[in-house]
Protein backbone atom coordinates (compact mmCIF):
# COMPACT_ATOMS: atom_id res chain seq x y z
CA UNK A 1 0.00 0.00 0.00
CA UNK A 2 1.39 3.59 -0.83
CA UNK A 3 -0.18 6.65 1.06
CA UNK A 4 -0.18 9.03 -1.25
CA UNK A 5 -0.53 12.94 0.30
CA UNK A 6 -1.72 15.33 -1.95
CA UNK A 7 -0.97 19.02 0.27
CA UNK A 8 -3.07 21.72 -1.37
CA UNK A 9 -1.95 23.97 -4.17
CA UNK A 10 1.52 21.20 -4.39
CA UNK A 11 1.61 19.89 -7.92
CA UNK A 12 -0.49 16.96 -6.55
CA UNK A 13 -3.26 17.25 -9.22
CA UNK A 14 -0.46 17.30 -12.32
CA UNK A 15 0.76 14.31 -10.16
CA UNK A 16 -2.67 12.71 -9.77
CA UNK A 17 -2.39 11.78 -13.72
CA UNK A 18 0.47 10.36 -13.36
CA UNK A 19 -0.60 8.10 -10.49
CA UNK A 20 -3.73 7.40 -12.52
CA UNK A 21 -1.53 6.67 -15.24
CA UNK A 22 0.58 4.16 -13.64
CA UNK A 23 -2.15 2.32 -11.20
CA UNK A 24 -5.14 2.50 -12.65
CA UNK A 25 -8.44 1.42 -11.21
CA UNK A 26 -6.23 0.57 -7.93
CA UNK A 27 -6.29 3.83 -6.75
CA UNK A 28 -8.80 5.00 -4.21
CA UNK A 29 -9.12 8.94 -4.22
CA UNK A 30 -9.70 9.90 -0.93
CA UNK A 31 -10.57 14.02 -1.28
CA UNK A 32 -13.47 15.97 0.17
CA UNK A 33 -12.43 16.13 3.61
CA UNK A 34 -10.03 18.63 4.05
CA UNK A 35 -11.63 21.02 5.55
CA UNK A 36 -13.35 18.85 8.84
CA UNK A 37 -10.07 18.27 11.04
CA UNK A 38 -11.31 15.20 11.80
CA UNK A 39 -12.90 13.63 9.04
CA UNK A 40 -9.12 14.41 7.35
CA UNK A 41 -7.76 12.35 10.54
CA UNK A 42 -10.47 9.72 10.89
CA UNK A 43 -10.38 6.18 8.58
CA UNK A 44 -13.70 5.13 7.42
CA UNK A 45 -14.77 2.16 9.29
CA UNK A 46 -15.33 -0.10 6.00
CA UNK A 47 -11.59 0.00 5.48
CA UNK A 48 -10.95 0.05 9.21
CA UNK A 49 -12.52 -3.34 9.46
CA UNK A 50 -11.06 -4.91 6.62
CA UNK A 51 -7.76 -3.07 5.62
CA UNK A 52 -6.77 -6.67 4.07
CA UNK A 53 -9.50 -7.00 1.72
CA UNK A 54 -9.22 -3.15 0.91
CA UNK A 55 -5.79 -3.96 -0.08
CA UNK A 56 -6.57 -6.23 -2.35
CA UNK A 57 -8.67 -3.98 -4.21
CA UNK A 58 -5.59 -1.21 -4.10
CA UNK A 59 -2.40 -0.26 -3.94
CA UNK A 60 -2.73 3.51 -3.53
CA UNK A 61 -4.85 5.90 -1.07
CA UNK A 62 -4.48 9.86 -2.53
CA UNK A 63 -5.89 12.83 -1.71
CA UNK A 64 -6.02 15.61 0.70
CA UNK A 65 -6.06 13.72 3.84
CA UNK A 66 -3.66 13.50 6.74
CA UNK A 67 -0.67 10.89 7.38
CA UNK A 68 -2.73 9.92 10.93
CA UNK A 69 -5.86 8.60 8.68
CA UNK A 70 -4.24 5.85 8.08
CA UNK A 71 -0.86 5.17 9.54
CA UNK A 72 -1.83 2.81 12.07
CA UNK A 73 -4.21 0.98 9.42
CA UNK A 74 -1.64 0.39 7.11
CA UNK A 75 1.43 0.98 9.11
CA UNK A 76 3.74 -0.87 6.78
CA UNK A 77 2.77 1.38 4.23
CA UNK A 78 5.13 3.60 2.00
CA UNK A 79 4.28 6.86 2.17
CA UNK A 80 4.51 9.71 -0.40
CA UNK A 81 4.14 12.96 -0.14
CA UNK A 82 3.18 16.36 -2.81
CA UNK A 83 5.34 19.12 -1.27
CA UNK A 84 5.82 23.01 -2.21
CA UNK A 85 8.05 25.82 -0.96
CA UNK A 86 6.32 27.26 1.79
CA UNK A 87 5.46 30.77 0.38
CA UNK A 88 4.51 29.85 -2.83
CA UNK A 89 2.01 27.46 -1.69
CA UNK A 90 0.59 29.59 0.98
CA UNK A 91 0.13 32.35 -2.06
CA UNK A 92 -1.27 29.70 -4.27
CA UNK A 93 -3.92 28.82 -1.58
CA UNK A 94 -5.03 32.68 -1.15
CA UNK A 95 -5.20 33.09 -5.17
CA UNK A 96 -7.36 30.28 -5.38
CA UNK A 97 -9.58 31.38 -2.64
CA UNK A 98 -9.59 34.72 -4.00
CA UNK A 99 -10.72 33.83 -7.03
CA UNK A 100 -12.38 30.80 -6.89
CA UNK A 101 -13.63 30.57 -3.04
CA UNK A 102 -16.53 29.14 -1.28
CA UNK A 103 -18.51 32.00 -0.14
CA UNK A 104 -20.29 29.24 2.56
CA UNK A 105 -16.71 29.40 4.67
CA UNK A 106 -16.22 32.40 6.35
CA UNK A 107 -12.52 32.75 6.20
CA UNK A 108 -13.06 32.55 2.47
CA UNK A 109 -15.63 35.19 2.06
CA UNK A 110 -13.43 37.25 4.28
CA UNK A 111 -10.59 36.90 1.86
CA UNK A 112 -12.91 37.68 -1.53
CA UNK A 113 -14.45 40.82 0.30
CA UNK A 114 -11.25 42.12 1.12
CA UNK A 115 -11.17 41.62 4.69
CA UNK A 116 -8.65 39.64 5.12
CA UNK A 117 -4.93 39.99 3.33
CA UNK A 118 -2.29 37.37 2.62
CA UNK A 119 -0.21 37.74 5.95
CA UNK A 120 -2.92 37.39 7.79
CA UNK A 121 -4.73 34.23 5.81
CA UNK A 122 -0.94 32.91 6.74
CA UNK A 123 -1.07 32.86 10.14
CA UNK A 124 -3.45 30.25 10.63
CA UNK A 125 -1.32 26.91 11.51
CA UNK A 126 -3.24 25.07 9.17
CA UNK A 127 -2.52 27.35 6.50
CA UNK A 128 1.17 28.84 6.98
CA UNK A 129 2.29 25.21 7.97
CA UNK A 130 -0.46 23.25 6.08
CA UNK A 131 2.32 20.77 5.01
CA UNK A 132 3.67 19.75 8.73
CA UNK A 133 -0.14 19.62 9.76
CA UNK A 134 -0.76 17.23 6.78
CA UNK A 135 2.33 15.19 7.74
CA UNK A 136 1.68 15.21 11.94
CA UNK A 137 3.24 12.24 13.21
CA UNK A 138 5.81 11.20 10.22
CA UNK A 139 8.94 12.74 10.41
CA UNK A 140 10.38 13.55 6.83
CA UNK A 141 13.38 10.72 7.08
CA UNK A 142 10.88 8.51 7.26
CA UNK A 143 9.41 9.43 3.97
CA UNK A 144 9.53 7.21 1.32
CA UNK A 145 8.99 9.42 -1.24
CA UNK A 146 8.26 13.31 -1.81
CA UNK A 147 7.50 15.11 -5.27
CA UNK A 148 8.52 18.52 -5.41
CA UNK A 149 6.44 21.09 -7.33
CA UNK A 150 10.22 23.27 -7.40
CA UNK A 151 11.57 20.17 -8.66
CA UNK A 152 8.62 18.32 -10.67
CA UNK A 153 10.54 16.30 -12.96
CA UNK A 154 13.15 15.38 -11.22
CA UNK A 155 11.20 13.92 -8.14
CA UNK A 156 8.80 12.16 -10.41
CA UNK A 157 11.37 10.34 -12.39
CA UNK A 158 13.13 9.36 -8.77
CA UNK A 159 9.38 7.83 -7.58
CA UNK A 160 9.14 5.97 -10.76
CA UNK A 161 12.44 4.36 -10.64
CA UNK A 162 12.00 3.54 -6.76
CA UNK A 163 8.73 1.78 -7.66
CA UNK A 164 10.04 0.29 -11.13
CA UNK A 165 8.29 2.38 -13.71
CA UNK A 166 10.10 3.83 -16.80
CA UNK A 167 10.15 7.27 -16.02
CA UNK A 168 11.57 7.99 -19.94
CA UNK A 169 7.64 6.09 -21.08
CA UNK A 170 6.54 8.64 -23.49
CA UNK A 171 3.21 9.24 -21.78
CA UNK A 172 4.92 10.10 -18.11
CA UNK A 173 6.89 12.41 -19.87
CA UNK A 174 4.30 13.91 -21.30
CA UNK A 175 2.49 14.44 -18.07
CA UNK A 176 5.69 15.48 -16.40
CA UNK A 177 6.28 18.15 -18.73
CA UNK A 178 2.10 19.50 -18.22
CA UNK A 179 1.87 23.36 -16.86
CA UNK A 180 1.74 23.65 -13.12
CA UNK A 181 -0.90 26.16 -11.68
CA UNK A 182 -1.31 27.40 -15.15
CA UNK A 183 -4.25 28.87 -14.11
CA UNK A 184 -2.34 31.67 -11.42
CA UNK A 185 -1.31 34.05 -14.21
CA UNK A 186 -5.05 34.73 -14.82
CA UNK A 187 -6.26 37.97 -14.32
CA UNK A 188 -6.69 39.49 -10.98
CA UNK A 189 -10.92 39.12 -10.88
CA UNK A 190 -11.80 40.05 -7.24
CA UNK A 191 -12.30 42.24 -3.89
CA UNK A 192 -9.55 40.80 -2.29
CA UNK A 193 -6.56 42.27 -0.97
CA UNK A 194 -3.81 42.14 -4.16
CA UNK A 195 -0.52 40.10 -3.79
CA UNK A 196 2.54 42.42 -2.93
CA UNK A 197 5.12 40.30 -2.89
CA UNK A 198 6.73 42.34 -0.72
CA UNK A 199 5.06 41.13 2.01
CA UNK A 200 6.11 37.09 1.23
CA UNK A 201 9.35 38.37 4.26
CA UNK A 202 6.19 38.45 6.55
CA UNK A 203 4.43 35.52 5.49
CA UNK A 204 7.46 33.13 5.78
CA UNK A 205 7.72 33.96 9.54
CA UNK A 206 4.57 32.49 10.31
CA UNK A 207 5.74 29.23 7.76
CA UNK A 208 8.97 28.03 9.93
CA UNK A 209 7.72 24.70 10.57
CA UNK A 210 7.20 23.79 6.64
CA UNK A 211 10.20 25.62 5.46
CA UNK A 212 12.40 23.33 7.91
CA UNK A 213 10.13 20.51 6.37
CA UNK A 214 10.91 21.64 2.93
CA UNK A 215 14.53 22.72 2.87
CA UNK A 216 14.84 19.20 4.33
CA UNK A 217 12.77 17.10 1.63
CA UNK A 218 14.92 18.96 -1.27
CA UNK A 219 18.13 18.12 0.44
CA UNK A 220 17.15 14.44 1.00
CA UNK A 221 15.17 14.01 -2.54
CA UNK A 222 16.45 16.09 -4.89
CA UNK A 223 19.95 14.55 -5.85
Not at 89 to 105: E, F, N, P
Not at 150 to 156: M, Y
Not at 203 to 208: A, I, L, P, R, S
Request: aromatic share 10%; glycine share 4%.
Amino acid sequence: MLLSIHIPKTAGTNFTHTLEYLFGDRIHMDYGTERNLIAARTCSPEIKADPAGFAKRYDVIHGHYHFLKYSNVFPTAQTLATLRHPVSRVVSQYRHIALHGDRSVERHRLIMDGEMALTHFARFRFIGNAQSVCLEGLDIDDLDHAIIQEHFPATVARFCSAMDFDHKDERIRKLVSNPINSRENSAWDSKAVPIDPATFPEVEKYCQADMDLYNRAVERFVA
